[in-house]
Nanobody, 121 residues
Framework: QVQPAESGGGLVQAGESLTLSCKVPGKLLAFNAAGWYRQPPGGQRELVATISAGRRTNYTESVKGRFTISKDNDKDTVYLQMNTLKPDDTAVYYC???????????????WGQGTQVTVSS
């Protein structure tokens, strides 16, 4: 099974930007979707952004207009550009390879270690 590897997290101030990267081995991205999840301290993991094999993107309401998901199939890498960060964005961020059944995203890869994003006010 494929295990992604996330990187790029850190400590930033509110209003700043970060770009997360995720290596997804196995040449999955060309033919599959990908998604970024996050899990805040003491909270549940939520899906925040997805990109289809054909590069159609979707976002949870709280990040629309601020986050951008993209992928580079040649580099087996998924990105999450995060702008105008807020303290509520503080979480561990995970990426996955996945698939869509209708409009529902399903994870097909293992969970990676995640990358911590902390936004101070």
């Amino acid at each position: 099974q494929v295990q992604p590897a996330e990187s790029g997290g850190g400590l930033v101030q509110a209003g700043e930007s970060l770009t997360l990267s995720c290596k997804v081995p196995g040449k999955l991205l060309a033919f599959n979707a990908a998604g970024w999840y996050r899990q805040p301290p003491g909270g549940q993991r939520e899906l925040v952004a997805t990109i289809s094999a054909g590069r159609r993107t979707n976002y949870t309401e709280s990040v629309k207009g601020r986050f951008t998901i993209s992928k580079d199939n040649d580099k087996d890498t998924v990105y999450l550009q995060m702008n105008t960060l807020k303290p509520d964005d503080t979480a561990v961020y995970y990426c996955t390879a996945g698939s869509f059944l209708g409009s529902v995203y399903y994870r097909i890869s293992l969970w990676g270690q995640g990358t911590q994003v902390t936004v101070s006010s």
